[in-house]
């Protein structure tokens, strides 16, 4: 079966299809969450439309709680899970085109959500209607199964695995081709300072919104000269190229500086703005407290992401460097400070061991630390039979190695008993998830859909044993 000329015949509607799920701006909304909206009206808009579109093309499909559900064709015991999600990041500022327009321009579709992750849930989903009219045969079944709170905590697969059952395999088009095996933990840690009753210099300071995002924009209300203030942000903007502005803010002077966004996987290809924001006010003189703080940040994460100075430090040969990414940050001299971080640490990380460590440190800084939530690393061994399916799938749609990759980010895959990564972002492709102008290529999108139905077939046909126990 020639796959890609089948999805090469479907591209316009593969198109058709992304747009109109990128038109729905499914970002969580806790003001507006209910009982019967449990993450917000748009993200349980997203859901309702992949499952409408189910039922018009002939697929069974459930919604579970508002929360998830899953889109099924197929027969038998087995089931091989795909696993999507229709949440998206908040967009951010500076857009090129409307970030919920799902603009064409050129090789691209251009949205929030492109390439993370509603361009790789419809390429996912075009690959079950081919696989459903080309007639073959399935001796499992087949089940999409989406979610509507990737981004902000998997709650909405814990509900679905609560209710429904689990696949005896499956894959996750969420990350990158060829085949990602192993995924770091994911902590939450929260480091916090106890409250000032002084006057102190820094009044407020604010930065970010979620802790899988690097922060693009930072800003604090301080005590001090506004012209002198300004003058000594000019010199540190020029010689940091940054950007940002500083105004009078009543008797205060307000200070923002802009970063760039990325995703926590790899803080680097950001810049945070808390930690430019944080270096400029050192350049002010400080109370002792506000000093504190903004030491903290400036030693603890202005260096380097891989956590040296708070010993935190680690990499092994299956997934390489810990990460850490100051996602959330807020300062007030009476409530003090809470620095949220996202922690994606190594598959053989000793995580007990490097905390204490990290708490040894911190106690010289007069900062406290928790532990808000962790999931543990996810590791497939390369021997299994469904990765090396995957790699026969890969290698014989693209003519390339299918390699084996570690990632700092987290998919639905580690909820699986068994299940791995599988695309859609291509070798050589610029990871542009969680980024302003985020976009997917259509030729990708439509070589994923047939890389997809193949793996479809592969894992689910009557000749297919992967899975069976």
Known sequence: MNWLKLAEEKKEEIIAELQQLIQIPSVLQKDLATEEMPFGPKPLEALQHMLKEGEQAGFTTKNVDNMAGHIEMGDGEEILGILCHVDVVPEGSGWTYPPFEGVVAETRVYGRGAIDD???????????????ESGIELSKKVRMIIGTDEESGFRCVERYFQKEQMPTIGFAPDADFPIINAEKG???LIFTQTGSTETETIQFFQAGKRTNMVPDEAFAFVFGGLITIKEKFDTFAKEHGITGEVAPQG??????????????????????AAIFLAKFLQTIQLTPHSKAFVDFLVEGFGEDSRGHKLALNFMDDVSGDTTLNPGVIHYAPEQGS???????????????????????????????????????????????????????VYERNTGE???LLSIGGGTYARVLDKGVAFGMLFPGRKDVAHQVDEYVDIEDLVKATAIYADAIVELASKTSTVGEK
């Not at 995580?351 to 204490?356: G, H, P, R």
């Open 186 to 188: 994911i902590a939450n």
């Open 251 to 272: 008797p205060m002077v307000k200070v923002l500086i802009h970063g760039k966004s990325a995703h926590a996987m790899e803080p680097d290809e950001g810049v945070n």
């Open 401 to 403: 190695e299918a390699k």
């Open 118 to 132: 509603k361009g790789p849930t419809i390429a996912a989903w075009m690959a079950m209607k081919l696989v459903k």
């Open 338 to 392: 809470c620095t949220q971080v996202s922690m994606r640490y190594s598959v053989t990380y000793p995580f007990e061991e490097k905390l204490a460590a990290c708490r040894e440190v911190l106690k010289q800084m007069g900062i406290t630390l928790d532990l808000g939530s962790n999931s543990a690393p996810h590791y497939v061994d390369e021997k299994d039979e469904l990765i090396q399916t995957l790699q026969k």
